[in-house]
């Protein structure tokens, strides 16, 4: 669930980004008096990739909330999964920088930097997770 979705909040970053939508949203974090996505203007794109934000979070922390309760605090699930938590934060945050900072370069290859480390945890998390699973087929 947290790689699908989060799979599916880098590509609404990318089009976000590739698509101008990134200069539709001034503030954060709201996003001027637009809540949710109505259509497909550049405004509702950039809605929609906040949004999937949140649903990306909320999996990450079901993530972590499993990992500790089925393979425990230190097991490298759970420390992997904390460390996607960690870099979501993060993310989250130079993402209110870009709007906050008008879009600067720097930000916005911090932005890019960060999602790559989040998506790389959650990688090495399903193999982990994959590789346990095959552990428990075999005893």
Known sequence: MACGTTFVLLLTGAYTASSGAAWACPTWPLCGDKYVPTG???VDIHVLHRWLVML????????VVTAIRDAGIGAPLTLVALAALGFTLIETLV?????WLELADWVRISHLGIATLVWGCLVTAAVLNARALARQHQA
């Open 40 to 42: 497909w203007s550049l």
């Open 56 to 63: 990306a979070f909320a999996a990450i922390v079901w993530l």
């Open 95 to 99: 993402g209110a920088a870009n709007i």
